[in-house]
């Protein structure tokens, strides 16, 4: 069992929802970064997404777009962000899964990130532009280094490729909320829960539902029917927001606001 299934176990046994925050890795800079890293894995974060940078990222909505940006005028590297990662696992060993583009990747050639992603302390890719025959190829990859591959699946995902993406995939499955761009938003589309169930049909996989989740009800309502709730434009835009001296703290305060303490299930800040 991978190391991010056997979190999610612990989660179904303990009758917990997982929460997965997401930053990119190198905002607003490499020290800060990986600060914000431990302190979300210190406050109780089950599964932490690392956003590498990229200079195209054409899923994102204009928040995370600009964090890649200020991440990438700091020269940061995929190198540098595993390195980050060893640092990171002298102090917490929660799962970490890099979230990326293919291209950034495909530059560091994928079997040798494979390799030292395992070795940095990387449990597992989630990369968002590969489907069909070179996800396959990827999977294989990454399972050799027992790293899994975390897909993405949207409403709009026909039942053929659902089947081939389930069959494929380790970990969990990372469930788009909506059609379009990340970014925060004010209420969240029932496709997500009728996209869930379509998983549940096909796999017992873990689901994670993300893109637009960044409030106290809209985590608590995706508890009531997935595994978990990922939450990523609200957090990367409070460090947008924030000084480097305080942005830990701030994501700290944004963390203890929106998870939902009166559920049955979640963080324990």
Do not use: H
């Not at 700091?74 to 917490?92: D, H, P, W």
């Not at 990747?105 to 395992?118: H, K, V």
């Not at 990340?182 to 873990?206: F, H, N, Q, W, Y």
């Amino acid at each position: 069992m991978s190391v991010i299934a056997d979190k999610f176990s612990q989660l179904k046994s303990s009758g917990r929802k997982g929460f997965i925050p997401f930053v990119t890795a190198g905002d607003p800079d490499v020290e800060t970064s990986l600060s914000i890293v431990i302190k979300l894995a210190q406050m109780g974060a089950d599964v932490i997404e690392l956003g590498v940078p990229f200079s195209d990222p054409v899923a994102d909505g204009p928040t995370i777009q600009r964090s890649s940006q200020r991440a990438l005028a700091n020269g940061v590297t995929i190198a540098e962000i595993l390195s980050m990662v060893q640092l990171v696992r002298k102090e917490v060993d929660t799962p970490i899964v890099l979230f990326s583009y293919y291209n950034p990747l495909f530059r560091y050639g994928l079997d040798e990130l494979s390799r030292d992603a395992a070795a940095a302390g990387i449990d597992g890719l989630l990369i968002t532009d590969v489907v069909d025959d070179e996800a396959d190829d990827a999977a294989q990859i990454l399972g050799r280094s027992g790293l899994d591959l975390i897909s993405l699946i949207a409403p709009t995902t026909s039942e053929k490729r659902l089947s081939r993406v389930v069959a494929r995939s380790t970990g969990f499955l990372y469930a788009v909320s909506r059609a379009g761009v990340t970014g925060a938003r004010s209420d969240i589309s029932s496709d997500a829960e009728a996209l869930v169930k379509r998983c549940k049909d096909l796999s017992d996989l873990p689901v994670a539902v993300g893109f637009g989740i960044s409030t106290r009800d809209q985590i608590a309502d995706v508890w009531r029917y997935a595994d978990a709730a990922v939450v990523g434009s609200a957090i990367v835009a409070e460090i947008e927001q924030s000084s480097n001296d305080n942005a830990v703290e701030r994501v700290a305060t944004l963390v203890r606001g929106i998870l939902p303490q009166f559920a049955k299930s979640g963080v324990e800040l």
